[in-house]
């Protein structure tokens, strides 16, 4: 069970931080391992966050990430829909034609950000995602914040180490469109809805 206050809380602090550098204009970084679920959740908030002046960052577009499955070593590709990085099966057919995987992994963010500094590019001041996205950019140094399912630890272990900055609990399996209302929340207490 999912506590409503603690949820509103964490989607507080969450809010806070989206302001905060929507303020500086500073760039971001989005990534999902949930993307049939929260793809529209991030897409929202990237929006946003790119109308106040902020650069959503895409670096390593179709990138091979060789994560270990308990099915073996699979291949994927860093992908970017929205502005929102998730990975795909690499003989998908064409980019933006399949939803993506569902993954825990840190690895992609890790492609990304390695990316992103080898390029010289800017480096995320802010990185929001679920899972792997937030523990990965947390364990490098990153500041990041993003949704977890309760039933799952790492996000909350991250935050309670101060790997990661805000994890908000809610229930990751939900329909996609159970969550914007959470998005709109956060882009309200931001001060960056339309």
């Given at each position: 069970m999912i506590d409503p206050a603690l949820t509103l809380a964490a989607l507080d602090a969450f809010a806070a931080r989206?302001?905060?550098?929507?303020?500086?204009g500073g760039p971001v970084l989005f990534g999902t391992g949930h993307p049939e679920r929260l793809l529209g959740f991030y897409a929202g908030?990237?929006?946003?966050?790119?109308a106040a002046g902020c650069e959503v960052l895409t670096p390593a577009q179709?990138?091979?990430?060789?994560?270990?499955?308990?099915?073996?070593?699979?291949?994927?590709?860093?992908?970017?829909?929205?502005?929102?990085?998730?990975?795909?099966?690499?003989?998908?057919g064409r980019p933006g034609g399949e939803p993506g995987v569902h993954s825990h992994s840190p690895l992609p963010v890790r492609v990304a950000l390695e990316a992103a500094a080898e390029s010289g590019g800017p480096l995320p001041e802010l990185v929001v995602g679920d899972h792997g996205w937030l523990c990965g950019a947390g364990q490098l140094g990153f500041a990041a914040i993003g949704p977890a399912d309760s039933d799952d630890p790492a996000p909350f272990v991250g935050e309670a180490e101060g790997r990661v900055a805000v994890t908000v609990p809610v229930a990751d399996g939900a329909r996609s469109d159970h969550y914007l209302p959470l998005a709109r929340y956060v882009l309200e207490q931001a001060r960056l809805s339309r």
């Open positions: 989206i302001g905060e550098v929507a303020r500086r908030l990237a929006d946003a966050l790119s179709g990138r091979c990430v060789d994560i270990l499955t308990r099915f073996g070593l699979r291949t994927h590709r860093l992908d970017y829909v929205r502005g929102i990085a998730l990975v795909r099966e690499p003989e998908a």
